[in-house]
């Protein structure tokens, strides 16, 4: 337990460093997740739509596009001088090296969010009143979901040498179901939909944000353990 | 480069491999090797293209799994225990595995805290100054060169103190001096008892610092000799002429 | 017994077929489409079940054959999934005017042709063999998480879809009972068929190679 901490903070130290020393990644994410909701916001005048119920689309949108950046850069770090051999020579066990990946690109996209939240609150004019605490529970499920997958696909893209492209693909077919209740959730945050509403009609779940918090901790939950228990299989031969 | 951690392999062979074999499909790459390598030797692997030298050199690593067989590093399975061979066990190759954006201390003083090295402070000061990188550690990894890139590789490779090094293909793209200090290196590593095992195709070089080679054709051992007994001259020569021919 | 499976099946389709076009027809003609609907959907369904067990074996036991059903069962799939898809665009045109919109089950059929197609192309892009077995494998059990997970989730959103079917008549029932048996015969002989084909085309290279 304790080689399992040492290690995991090792690894993830190092990646953090690499990453906020290279400064290739982050400044691209923000200038991404702005010129999607830039775009969107102009889009959404045009078409006269209310900016607080595009505003949750928008900002899942930004967060998953510029996630993908941030995975796909994480094992192109280890695949440049076959660096990932080198972490799986020591005796480090192959799941603590995806929990510390998976924490970097969490910590990444917190980072980007800090930033890319307050334009998109200020363009949109969106406003969540006294449920901070809330909002940012829906953000950071929100990202566990988006790292757990796609740290796992962009070890499957980069060692594997399929072409780069593929990653986003593999990861939005995947994390499609979170989007859902994720964006549900932010919908009732902004106000933008009453309470208790969503489902009718026969299969239709009750929609409140509990629910919706909830599929998403188990959504979390299942691919974390999911992806940390197949990542050895991805990265060794 | 002293205290070892090698109290396991006092009795038994550093390596020990037993009828492996490895197969990709149904293509049969390694076919019932066995090799035995006692405390402090120095074997060289050679044999052209495609012979399977890597292919060994990733079992020994457990990097990949042979088809059957056994491999034992200091009396420890590769496969069955592999967290405590592996801490038998350093490894370059002509990839550096080392992080361009990290400086070189913090590069070793990563990899010693990988393999809990418990002095690693110290352990890394000790390295930068055995391989005379200590006025470099405070630089990126990317602006070094080549030469000094293999040296850092062998530091990072040997911060655990290791029984065993492995070395794949260590002289690509060095130049004479570098390949040089390179040899030195492995002969300081074999003096502290360390035991070394490589692959190359350039035996010139090989047969300066090891004091076996054997030669892998189509997937066995064809040739097993302790350089003392051999005339290594004209072996570099037969095995150039072999390996034309063999290409 | 691949023999006996073939007849079987299609003396089991001929006769389904026959009874829900004679004597089974659901009252507004354009209805009987539930007869390919509801089996694909089944069929698709039981694909991802075997993509799971596939993937599963594939790692605990390194064994090719695995992959090769995984491969097949995916393939399958993907035809189940498109007929499903296709058959309820159709129906839903029919019912309530409209080629498609996000419903939970809509939604859900959607995903398990996405899943196919993306599996698919994951293998296709990947060149080394052992490589994309591995790979495939572990994509596979992700993709096949995703089916129960994209059907809860897809519940957040109203539903248009119909409930349950009430029968006319009692040959309507046996009928959709034998057409879920006949399909679930044939994708079991589809994806025995598409195993033996990956694999002689595998021992076929194999030679060719080496």
Known sequence: MNYFCKSLWAIFAKDIVTEFRSKQVLPTMIVLGMLIAWVLRIVSEAASLSTTVIGPAVLWIAFLFSGLLAQERSFAVEEQEDCIAGLLLAPVDPGTIYIAKLFTNIIMLCVFELVVVPVIFLTFQLSVADKWFEFITVLLLGNIGISCVGTLF???????????????????????????????????????????????????????????????????????????????????? | MSKRAQSNCKD??????????????????????????????????????????????????????????????CGLDVNSEPEKAKAQLGVISHKSMLYPA?????????????????????????????????????????????????????????????????????????????????????????AGGGTLLMTTHDTRLALQCCNRVVVLDKNRFIFDAETSQIDTGRFAEDYLSYARGRN | MRRILILLTLVLLLLAMWIALTAGQVAPIKRNIIYAHIPSAICALLCFVVLFVAGFGYLRTGKPGWDYVAAASAEVGLVFATVLNATGSIFSRAEWNIWWTPSPRLISSAVLWFLCVVYLILRASIQSYHRRARICAVFGIIAVIDVPLVIISARFIPDIHRANFSFDSVWQGTSLGLLVLANFFLAALLIWLKTDILQSKALLENELNY
């Open chain 1, 154 to 237: 962009s070890a499957m893209v980069q060692l594997s040498r399929i072409r780069g492209s593929l990653l986003s693909v593999l990861v939005l077919v995947i994390l499609m179901p979170m989007m859902i209740p994720a964006t549900f959730a932010l919908l009732l945050l902004f106000g933008a939909i009453p309470g208790e509403l969503a489902g009718s009609g026969t299969l239709a779940l009750v929609g409140n944000f509990k629910t919706a918090i909830g599929y998403m901790v188990a959504f979390d939950a299942v691919y974390t353990v999911t992806c940390w228990l197949l990542f050895g299989f991805v990265v060794q031969e």
């Open chain 2, 12 to 73: 038994e062979p550093v390596i020990a491999i037993t009828s492996v074999n490895k197969a990709f499909g149904s293509r049969l790459v390694l076919k019932n090797i066995d090799l035995h390598v006692d405390r402090a030797q120095g074997v060289c692997i050679c044999g052209v293209n495609g012979a399977g030298k890597s292919t060994l050199l990733r079992i020994i690593a457990g990097l990949l799994r042979p088809s059957q067989g056994t491999v034992r590093l």
């Open chain 2, 102 to 190: 990290l400086r070189i201390f913090e590069n070793l003083l990563f990899f010693a805290k990988l393999y809990d090295v418990k002095d690693s402070h110290d352990r890394v000061r000790e390295l930068l100054e055995d391989l005379g990188l200590s006025s470099y550690r405070y630089d990126r990894t990317d602006v070094l060169s080549r030469g000094m890139l293999q040296r850092l590789a062998i530091a990072r490779a040997i911060v655990h103190r290791p029984a065993v090094l492995l070395a794949d293909e260590p002289f690509t793209g060095l130049d004479r001096e570098a390949s040089r200090h390179l040899i030195s290196n492995f002969d300081k590593f074999r």
